[in-house]
C-alpha cells in the first residue's frame, strides 16, 4: 500500500499556478532586471555604415531574355549543321510524309495508352510527337542535343526512330523554326527562373 501523501505547509512554490477562470490569461516570466536605452545602445563601425548607405543596387533583377543562352546557341548550331548537309533517302522519304499519315501515327501513339493526356490538349499534332519523342529513352538522351541530330543518330545506330519525327522536323526547318529543335525538356531544364 502506497504511503499517504501530507501537505507540507504554505511554501513558496517554484511555479505559479495557471487559471484561465476570472483572472487575465498572461503568463509573464519574472525579469531579474529590467533594460534601459542606455544598455542598449549597439556599437557600429562607421566603415561598414557608409559602404551600406553607399551601395545603389537596383531593387529589380532586369534579366535580358531576349538573347539566347550558351545551350540555346550550341543547339541552333548543331541544327544548322545538319540541314548544311545533303539531303539523305531518309529525308526525302520523310518529305512525302503528309499530314494525314502524321496524325494517324499520332492517333496509333494515344490508343497505346490507358488514359488520353490532359496536359497537351492545347498543343498541335505535330509538337505532341516532338514531345513524346523526347521523353522516349530508347533512342538516346534528349538534353544538350539537337532533335534532328538526335534522330540521325538513332537512325545510324539502327534504332529505328520514326519516320514521322523527321518529317515534322524537316517542316519546322522550311519554316525557319528553330526553336523546334531544341527538345522542351531541354528548355525546362536550363530555363532562367525571375525572383520577384
Same mark, same amino acid.
Given at each position: ?38 544598455? %542598449? /545602445? ?15 543596387? &537596383? @531593387? ?10 550558351? @545551350? ?30 502524321? %496524325?494517324?501515327?499520332? /492517333? ?7 488514359? &488520353? ?23 538516346? &538522351? ?6 534532328? /541530330?538526335?534522330? %540521325?543518330?538513332?537512325?545510324r545506330l539502327g534504332l529505328q526512330p520514326p ?15 528553330? /526553336?523546334?529543335?531544341? @527538345?522542351?525538356i531541354d528548355e525546362l531544364m536550363s530555363s ?5
Amino acid at each position: 500500500m502506497a504511503p499517504k501523501r501530507r501537505s507540507t505547509g504554505n511554501t513558496k512554490q517554484a511555479q505559479s499556478t495557471l487559471a484561465f477562470h476570472g483572472q487575465s490569461t498572461k503568463v509573464t516570466k519574472p525579469t531579474s532586471t529590467p533594460t534601459s536605452s542606455k544598455t %542598449k /545602445k549597439t556599437k557600429q563601425d562607421p566603415a561598414l555604415a557608409e559602404s551600406i548607405v553607399r551601395t545603389n543596387l &537596383p @531593387a529589380v533583377a532586369s534579366p535580358d531574355l531576349e538573347e539566347p543562352t550558351t @545551350a540555346e546557341i550550341a543547339i541552333i548550331d548543331q541544327a544548322e549543321q545538319e540541314a548544311a548537309q545533303e539531303e539523305t533517302a531518309e529525308e526525302k522519304k520523310a518529305r512525302k510524309v503528309t499530314d494525314a499519315q502524321i %496524325k494517324k501515327y499520332w /492517333k496509333a501513339k494515344e490508343s497505346v495508352r490507358n488514359a &488520353p493526356r490532359v496536359h497537351q490538349k492545347e498543343l498541335s499534332v505535330e509538337e505532341k510527337v516532338l514531345r513524346e519523342w523526347d521523353t522516349s529513352g530508347q533512342y538516346g &538522351p534528349c538534353i544538350g542535343i539537337a532533335r534532328m /541530330k538526335r534522330w %540521325k543518330r538513332a537512325h545510324r545506330l539502327g534504332l529505328q526512330p520514326p519516320m514521322e519525327v523527321l518529317a515534322i522536323l524537316l517542316k519546322e526547318q522550311d519554316r525557319n523554326n528553330i /526553336k523546334a529543335q531544341r @527538345a522542351h525538356i531541354d528548355e525546362l531544364m536550363s530555363s532562367r527562373f525571375v525572383e520577384t
